[in-house]
């Protein structure tokens, strides 16, 4: 009886020795989502890769989150590890400071060895907030997936945190922007970014950066040290298409800097479902050979081609010099009237830009969340939206807005579409 007694408390001894232990970092490694904050409400826990939270019942109602054991995760906005992804190692109370509060739709386990590699925060997780406004993240991984590490200062030698040679996605925090070289010391090629990239494979720096630096002078284009001069707006690409067979920037991909009639010469007829327009000229992008329509002028980034009815469905491309060439199709084009003027003041003053044409980004003006109030001239309808190629919050007007913060964009729109 004696014996039986000291074996349980034996076992006793060592079942709260192991929970003690994997509350304290080390045992079982887990994750538990909680649907409020502070660890309240219903909860489920993992302990491994979970791709789509649907299987789990708990799709984008997670507002808290507890880690059970040492190591980290990574938390994605969307299923199969898509959208907005954070690495987290402790545990976090309310998932707003990580901005994903409501929005967590796949989780899955990361098998380094604690956290983000020679940088960022320690452990690899956000403690107590997000990253400052301004920082850079690179990522192994397109789609900002894989291990991470977070900058926030110049850093001459990727190396010494090593992460040399490694990323493959990049994400700028807030509205700074960041300069990237493939060699130490900012050797050249150079690019300078802002806001999130999917793949570096666009720029031809996928897994490639060896150095980086914040830039402060908002004025100096796209140019990057070493790279077409400082300003030159990505002098090397100007007037290339860069199409690519995957969206957000992904997949095979075929530059053109001159005009093509027949994308089955170039084994990419009929591929293409995402591009980039280098450069102030924007280009026409059709579903037939020889410039069939339907068409459509892009310019700038476009993210994916389905937003165009183009998706895998283009067969011929070539560039617009100027402003005259139209929209759907050869000698098409918008009536004059039919344009939309952005001012940077209210009540239609300051410096402004008149618009003829769908515009998936205002940095090809140089009019990016600059504009407070717009007037359209005509009788279209156009469409603002907050981010790039129609993202975030968007809002239709058909008449002059004299202050645009009235719908919560102003100083904030990044792309404009005529209806």
């Known amino acids: 009886m004696k ?27 887990a ?42 995760w990574t938390v994605c906005q969307h299923a199969d590890f898509r959208g907005v992804c954070r690495e987290i190692s402790n545990d976090v109370p309310n998932l707003a400071t990580i901005s994903l509060d409501g929005h967590i739709s796949s989780a899955r386990m990361e098998y380094g060895a604690g956290g983000r590699p020679g940088g960022g925060y320690p452990g690899g997780g956000y403690p ?87 830039e402060y002078d908002y004025g100096g284009g796209y140019g990057g040290p070493g790279y077409g001069g400082p300003g030159s707006g990505y002098s090397s690409r100007a007037g290339t298409l860069v199409l690519f067979s995957g969206p957000n920037f992904t997949g095979q991909s075929i530059e053109l800097d001159r005009e093509e009639s027949n994308f089955v010469r170039l084994r990419f007829n009929d591929q293409a479902m995402s591009a980039i327009a280098y450069g102030n000229e924007s280009w026409t992008v059709c579903e037939d050979v020889s410039f069939g329509t339907p068409c459509r002028t892009i310019s700038g980034r476009v993210r994916n081609l389905n937003t165009l009815g183009l998706g895998n469905r283009i067969s011929s491309a070539r560039p617009e010099y100027g402003y005259g060439g ?21 009540n239609f003053t300051g410096p402004s830009v008149t618009i003829d044409r769908d515009t998936y980004n205002l940095d090809v003006v140089r009019f990016n969340d600059r504009a407070m109030s717009m007037t359209i001239n005509g009788r279209g309808r156009w469409l603002l939206c907050e981010h790039a190629s129609f993202g975030g919050r968007c809002h239709e007007f058909d008449r002059d807005v004299h202050n645009l913060n009235q719908w919560g964009l102003g100083n904030r729109v990044s792309s404009v579409r005529s209806y």
């Open 3 to 29: 014996f039986k007694m000291l074996i349980c408390a034996l076992a006793s001894t060592l079942a709260l020795g192991a929970a003690a232990e994997a509350q304290h970092g080390g045992g079982q490694r």
């Open 326 to 346: 139209g929209y759907g199709g050869p000698g098409g084009g918008y009536n004059q009237y039919d344009s939309i003027t952005l001012y940077a003041g209210p």
């Open 128 to 214: 107590g907030g997000p990253r400052g406004d301004g920082s850079l993240t690179l990522y192994s991984g397109p789609n900002f997936t894989g291990q991470s590490i977070n900058i926030d200062r110049q850093t001459n030698n990727l190396t010494g945190l090593g992460f040399n040679d490694r990323a493959m996605s990049a994400e700028v925090e807030g509205r700074g922007r960041w300069t990237i070289c493939e060699d130490a010391n900012f050797g050249t090629p150079c690019r300078t970014i802002s806001g999130r990239i999917p793949n570096l494979n666009a720029y031809g720096l996928g897994n490639r950066v060896s150095s980086a630096q914040p």
């Open 31 to 72: 994750l538990t989502f909680y649907s409020g904050t502070g660890f309240s409400g219903q909860s489920v826990t993992i302990n491994g890769d979970v791709t789509n939270f649907q299987t789990i019942n708990f799709n984008d109602r997670a507002l808290s989150i507890r880690v059970q054991g040492r190591g980290s």
